[in-house]
């Protein structure tokens, strides 16, 4: 979103605070923000708070305001995506008749930029038909309408209606903001790490946090993609609108693999699949006796391998990814050949600014033809990105 130009647009609900949150994030993607408020919105945040955020006048008087007898025209032609977050009832209908009595209505009247609506309100107020209908109205125009969230809500009710999070508002904005060029396909990433119990309290694992695969599960919904998501154990939200699968162990990953793989036009392996697990795991609590304990590993499914093995029967891109520590580029190419895949990204995991546990990635990006690519420092966002650029064009057969 570097370098694009995003009005958010704030009506008088109790939500409106979450507005300031969603400011600072476009802020802090280095996204050029400017805010468009009712007159009611300021009864809940001050315009200068919106002014300390985004570090650009607001507008919130169409008439007593200096300096804005065209923005109400030039803004909303001037700007890629102009966002409603909350979105109250009263703007809503508005929006849907074309009524322009303010700064923020008027604006959006004149627009050419693309429009996301967040509805804020009562529950009851949202489910009344009326309002069903405005909504219904701004989807046939083509403005995008994020459904609210449900639970608790300020006035001590319980329903739909609360204004999504901003992070999540923010996701939607990548994707109306991003080129769909991966539209029409489908994808299924891996993610995280697998866990394999010794017991009922103890298991095995590794470092992944599931980063990079979820970073690659952004990209390709911001593009566009049908995204499925099987993912091991981590803290991380899955984007809305992913197709999720959470998983425990390398035995369910495989399964969970397989059943949603068919019609896939990519698979990307992000997971750190565990490569053993104890033979048995003991029904109950292993209880500290002697100075040793020994326990008898066994092989876990190679899920990679059976991908690339399969290939005959369900042609798609197969990428796999290697975390090594020492001797990546052999290692790497090792296991790009046994496995029969399309490209292999590997990715130093000694470094403390790339790998695991980190925002940051360098990676190389191997072909099966021996072509070797380096990407420099970048966010896994970035890098996520990069890899679904050189995916699809071995898709359209624009490398080997």
Not at 17 to 36: G, M, P, Q
Not at 296 to 305: C, G, R
Not at 383 to 394: E, F, G, N, P, Q
């Amino acid at each position: 979103m570097k370098g694009k130009k995003v009005i958010v647009g704030v009506s008088g609900g109790i939500a409106a605070y979450k507005a300031a949150e969603l400011v600072r994030l476009f802020v802090r993607a280095d996204v050029h923000t400017r805010v468009a408020m009712t007159s009611n919105a300021t009864r809940f945040v001050g315009p200068l708070t919106f002014e300390a955020l985004s570090g650009n006048r607001v507008i919130w008087d169409m008439f007593h305001q200096e300096g804005t007898a065209l923005d109400h025209i030039t803004w909303g032609q001037e700007t890629d995506l102009i966002i409603i977050a909350p979105a109250t009832a009263n703007l809503i209908a508005k929006l849907a008749h074309g009524i322009g009595d303010d700064f923020l209505s008027t604006m959006v009247l004149a627009a050419t930029a693309r429009i996301l609506v967040c509805p804020s309100m009562n529950s009851q107020m949202f489910m009344n038909p009326s309002v069903q209908d405005n909504l219904r109205l701004l989807r046939e125009r083509a403005m995008t309408v994020m459904e609210p969230g449900e639970g608790s809500l300020a006035c001590h009710t319980e329903g739909p209606g609360r204004l999504p999070e901003p992070e999540e508002i923010i996701e939607v904005a990548r994707a109306l903001m991003t080129h769909q060029d991966l539209s029409g396909l489908k994808i299924l990433v891996t993610a995280g790490p697998t866990v394999e119990p010794m017991d009922p309290v103890r298991y095995i694992t590794n470092r992944s946090t599931g980063k990079m695969g979820y970073a690659l599960v952004r990209a390709g919904c911001q593009r566009g993609a049908s995204v499925v998501l099987v993912s091991g154990p981590t803290s991380l939200k899955p984007p809305s609108g992913v197709a999720f699968c959470g998983v425990k162990t390398a035995a369910e990953m495989r399964k969970a693999v397989l059943e949603n793989c068919s019609e896939c036009d990519m698979i990307i392996m992000a997971a750190a699949v565990s490569d053993y697990r104890p033979r048995q795991s003991a029904q109950q609590k292993i209880k500290k006796g002697g100075d040793s304990l020994s326990l008898e590993m066994v092989k876990t499914p190679d899920i990679l391998a059976e991908l690339g093995s399969a290939r005959k029967e369900s042609p798609c891109i197969l990428i796999g990814f290697a975390a090594e520590t020492e001797d990546l580029l052999s290692n790497a190419k090792e296991k790009l050949s046994a496995k029969g895949l399309d490209m292999i990204v590997a990715n130093d995991v000694s470094r403390n600014d790339a790998g695991f546990e980190t925002d940051t990635n360098k990676v190389k990006m191997i072909y099966k033809d021996g072509q070797v690519e380096d990407s420099p420092l970048m966010s896994k966002d970035e890098v996520a990105h990069l890899i679904l650029d050189r995916v699809k064009a071995l898709l359209e057969g624009g490398a080997s």
